[in-house]
């Protein structure tokens, strides 16, 4: 068979890595190792841009070994907005849509990511829906987050 893979309920290091991110930890093992095979590994030297701001983002970086900087230009200098990593994942809007990034991700030290493209993802929402939902359900948790704690915990919304 050609997915008898499949059916093993053991995972890899690598499947356990992405099962204990955030964005994974609800999928089951088989789901895991069928986003795992969705996955593209890369990998980073320190220093090295993984991408920069106001590109054109085209996918979720995963990190699975190492550390990555974001930061981003304010009034004029460079500034760090977070240090991520093993476990940690960045890029996560450009899952939804294909906006610039609005900020750079650096290679801290030697790293090594797990990429999940968008056209992927938009795949795999259309081939399986219940594992594209728990995974969007994980990311608008991760996005909502991230906006209470950017307002402190006061989340404004305008009226529509």
Known sequence: MIFGFLKSQT?????RRLQNTPLFRTLKPLEVKFVDGLMHERRYLPEEIVFD??????????????????SRVHEGSRQLVSELGPGSFFGDLALLDNSPRS????????CELAVFFRDDFLA??????VIGYKISLALARHIGQRLRDMHGGQL???AL
């Open 11 to 15: 995972l890899s290091a690598r499947q």
């Open 53 to 70: 701001e106001n590109e054109e983002g085209q996918a979720l970086y995963l990190v699975m070994a190492g550390r990555v900087e974001i």
């Open 124 to 129: 795999l929402m259309e081939t399986d829906a």
């Open 156 to 158: 404004q919304l305008e």
């Open 103 to 110: 900020a750079q991700a650096r290679a801290v030290d030697g």
